[in-house]
């Protein structure tokens, strides 16, 4: 049984709200998804994998944060 409240349909939701939000911000990270091995190794929690993403796309996620976290 797993440890934690998300069943594999929830993270993947969870993927495609967070490609929305990011999209909203001008951001876009192709690799983005789920960790597929993460529900069936013993870590016990399902991780969303964000990928990679160019040296533009890193300096546009740290303005976005930056600016978030001045709220």
Known sequence: M????????DVHDLAK??????KD???TLPS???????FAGS?????????????ATAHKLTEVLRKAATR
């Open 25 to 27: 911000h001008g951001i």
């Open 17 to 22: 709200e967070l490609r929305t939000a990011l």
């Open 43 to 55: 870590y016990g929690v399902p991780l969303v994998a964000l990928g990679n993403c160019n040296a």
């Open 32 to 38: 983005l998804g789920v960790d597929l091995p993460s």
């Open 2 to 9: 797993p440890i934690h409240p998300f069943t594999p349909d």
